[in-house]
């Protein structure tokens, strides 16, 4: 039942952070791609997704929510080192958006790397305390610690 409860709010969690898209430099044609991409990632188009991520970061490199979307499919692929660079790209260019921690944090999580996970689920509730995924997902990371 929890595990089922923890897929559930997975699949919800991506479905947010899908739909999340920052102003970018070139904010049509990078917001374009990222769109794109979002809509190839709804289809489970991975690849397709990613090479419009690619595009978008390359029209805005300062695109945080480029990468956390590229680092989204990387993740989808099971592409877990490419996924946390991105995830860790986003923190870099967003420090306070507790959305890179919380995408990291998750992925952390999915590979039992619990210490990491705690510290990036906690930094994203510190941004946001009132951002019930985290919390729940950080209570998933201690169940499994």
Do not use: C
């Amino acid at each position: 039942m929890i595990i089922l409860k923890h897929q559930a709010l997975r699949a919800v969690a991506i479905g947010i952070a899908l739909a999340v898209n920052a102003h970018a430099a070139k904010p049509n044609e990078s917001s374009s791609h990222v769109n794109k991409g979002i809509e190839f990632a709804q289809q489970k188009q991975f690849d397709q997704a990613v090479q419009e991520f690619n595009a978008a970061i390359e029209a805005n490199p300062k695109n945080a929510t480029a990468y956390i979307n590229r680092g989204m499919a990387y993740r989808a692929q099971q592409k877990f080192p490419e996924a946390l660079a991105d995830f860790a790209k986003a923190v870099e260019l967003a420090p306070n958006d507790e959305i890179g921690y919380f995408q990291r944090g998750e992925t952390y999580e999915m590979q039992k790397q619990y210490p990491e996970a705690l510290a990036d689920l906690s930094k994203a509730i510190e941004l946001k305390p009132d951002d019930a995924m985290a919390w729940r997902f950080r209570g998933f990371t201690n169940l499994g610690n």
